[in-house]
């Protein structure tokens, strides 16, 4: 599976974003799909999975109530849609098929204080 994130950028706090992961190569709407994130000088650290039908998410308890996660299996991609963004937020940010050992090319999110 190849995967090409999309749709970062600079926002205020309080503002928002939705990434896009496109996925191809491979079959998608069969796999678990994760979001990750890697802030500068931290480790990659896990910010939301969707299952293979989008029935069942989890998040990170730091995103949760302001990241939602969905997926369109017929577009092979996966969202992240964030809502009152904090400056902590900023990270690359990146999409991983479970269990998670293969990252494709991230997308730079920055939010401004």
């Known amino acids: 599976v190849q995967l090409q994130a999309s749709g970062g950028g600079l926002v205020q706090a309080g503002g928002s974003l939705r990434l896009s992961c496109a996925a191809s190569?491979?079959?998608?709407?069969?796999?678990?799909m994760g979001w990750f994130r890697q802030a500068p000088g931290r480790e990659r650290e896990f910010v939301a999975s969707?299952?293979?039908?989008?029935?069942?998410?989890k998040y990170a308890d730091s995103v949760k109530g302001r990241f939602t996660i969905s997926r369109d299996n017929l577009k092979n991609t996966v969202y992240l849609q964030m809502n009152s963004l904090r400056p902590e937020d900023t990270a690359v940010y990146y999409c991983?098929?479970?269990?998670?050992?293969?990252w494709g090319q991230g997308t730079l999110v920055t939010v401004s204080s």
């Open positions: 969707i299952n293979w039908s989008g029935s069942s998410t």
């Open positions: 991983a098929p479970y269990p998670y050992e293969y």
């Open positions: 190569g491979g079959t998608f709407s069969t796999l678990v």
